[in-house]
């Protein structure tokens, strides 16, 4: 009877793991993440171009704001093809 609950235990100690892992994967895998990141991003440059002096700082942070949000969208088609093409081989 103990191995059975020990079975039991180790089984929620495997189901509590397995949702902080998806949850961890559904935060990685987020618009909200991303647009999270592209907002402090942008306000990080548009402090360092106050800060530096540049002309135009709100208009030209959008440039970097812009390159992050791209690299990520381009790194999951990418991250598609690697899984699909060479992981999987």
């Given amino acids: 009877m ?3 609950e020990e079975l039991k235990k180790d089984l929620e100690v495997i189901k ?7 949850a961890d994967k559904a935060w990685e895998t ?16 548009v402090i360092f171009f106050i800060t530096v002096g540049f002309a135009k700082p709100f208009i030209n942070a959008i ?19 690697w899984v699909t093409n060479i992981y999987n081989k």
Avoid: D, M, Q
């Avoid at 509590?16 to 998806?22: A, T």
């Avoid at 618009?31 to 402090?40: E, P, V, Y």
């Avoid at 440039?63 to 093809?81: A, D, E, M, Q, W």
């Fill in 2 to 4: 103990e191995n059975f």
């Fill in 16 to 22: 509590k793991r397995n949702k902080r892992v998806e």
């Fill in 30 to 45: 987020s618009l909200f993440r991303k647009l999270s990141i592209a907002f402090l991003t942008y306000v990080v440059i």
């Fill in 63 to 81: 440039v970097p704001t812009l390159g992050f949000l791209l690299s990520t969208l381009s790194i999951s088609i990418l991250r598609k093809y």
